[in-house]
C-alpha cells in the first residue's frame, strides 16, 4: 500500500538580488522545519503580488508558513511614518503575504508566521508596528550582531514569559522558556483578534494567537526554525503545526465528501 500522501504548507519567498538578478527565494531552514519538522510538504509561492486568485492558491494548501527576512514591512500598510532612507523593503512581499495570511485567516486554513511573518499578521489584522524597537523607551535592542557568527546570532539571547494558560504554555509544558531574537521591528499596537501568547522582559511582545483559529494560528518574533532539532520548544511547535494540519484535512476531507 503507497504510503499516504503528505499535507503541503505554502511558504511565501522573498524577493533577494542574487548577482544582477532578483530571485524568489525562501531559506533553507524554513523549508527543513516543515519537511522534517511538521513532516509536510514545502510549497514555494512565488512572491508575485496581485497576480494571484489568492483562493485558487489556498485551495491547493494544507497550511502557511509565513517566514522571517531582512526585510521590513512597508508603513504605509498600517498607517506608520514612512521609513528612514536606506531601510529595506519588499512590496512583491508585502502585496503577496498580507492576502494570503488575511484569506487564509478567514479560512480557517493553519498558519504559523516567524519574524516579520508576526509583523505582517498583526498589520493584517489591524495592528501597528515600531520599525525600531530599540528606540522605545524602556526598550532593549532586540537586534542581532552582525559581526558575530550566525551560531552567536540565533543563540539564545533572553527569556520571554509565555501566557498563562496559553497555547505556547500548555505546549511547552512550562511558564516561559529563552529564545534568540533577531529584529528591528516589532508589536507596537495589537491587531483584533489576536491573544498575546508571549512577551520579553522588557514588554515587547513575542508571540500571538490567532484567537478564532479553529485549528493553528500562531506567529513567534523569535525563529523557531534556527536548529529546530536541537530545542525541544521548537521541536513541540512545529511538530503541533503538523498535527493540526492533518486535523484540519481529514475534517475538510470529511465535509467534502458529505457535500458530494
Not at 532593549?140 to 496559553?166: M, N, T
Not at 508589536?187 to 511582545?205: C, F, H, K, S, Y
Not at 512545529?238 to 465535509?255: L, M, P, Q, T
Request: proline fraction near 7%.
Amino acid at each position: 500500500m503507497p504510503a499516504p500522501s503528505r499535507p503541503v504548507v505554502g511558504i511565501p519567498a522573498c524577493i533577494k538580488p542574487v548577482g544582477a538578478h532578483p530571485f524568489h527565494a525562501v531559506g533553507d531552514k524554513y523549508i527543513r522545519a516543515v519537511s522534517e519538522g511538521a513532516d509536510c510538504l514545502p510549497f514555494l509561492i512565488p512572491a508575485l503580488g496581485g497576480w494571484y486568485d489568492i483562493d485558487a492558491v489556498l485551495d491547493r494548501l494544507d497550511g502557511l508558513l509565513i517566514t522571517g527576512s531582512a526585510s521590513n514591512v512597508e508603513p504605509k500598510h498600517y498607517d506608520g511614518v514612512a521609513s528612514e532612507p536606506g531601510t529595506l523593503h519588499d512590496p512583491d512581499r508585502d502585496a503577496t503575504t498580507l492576502p494570503l495570511i488575511r484569506r487564509a485567516i478567514e479560512r480557517g486554513i493553519p498558519v504559523l508566521a516567524i519574524c516579520r511573518g508576526l509583523q505582517e499578521l498583526n498589520v493584517v489584522c489591524g495592528g501597528t508596528l515600531h520599525q525600531h524597537v530599540e528606540r522605545v523607551p524602556g526598550r532593549v535592542d532586540h537586534r542581532a550582531d552582525d559581526s558575530k557568527a550566525v551560531e552567536v546570532q540565533y543563540g539564545p539571547a533572553h527569556d520571554v514569559a509565555l501566557a498563562e494558560g496559553g497555547a505556547l504554555a500548555a505546549l511547552f509544558g512550562k511558564a516561559g522558556t529563552t529564545v534568540n531574537t533577531i529584529h528591528a521591528q516589532g508589536i507596537d499596537r495589537l491587531g483584533a483578534g489576536l491573544a498575546v501568547e508571549a512577551t520579553a522582559p522588557d514588554g515587547q511582545i513575542e508571540a500571538v494567537r490567532i484567537e478564532a483559529a479553529p485549528y493553528f494560528g500562531l506567529a513567534t518574533q523569535w525563529h523557531p526554525e534556527w536548529r529546530f532539532r536541537e530545542n525541544p520548544d521548537s521541536t513541540a511547535l512545529f511538530k503541533a503545526f503538523g498535527v493540526a494540519i492533518r486535523r484540519y484535512v481529514a475534517d475538510r476531507d470529511a465535509h467534502r465528501a458529505a457535500a458530494e
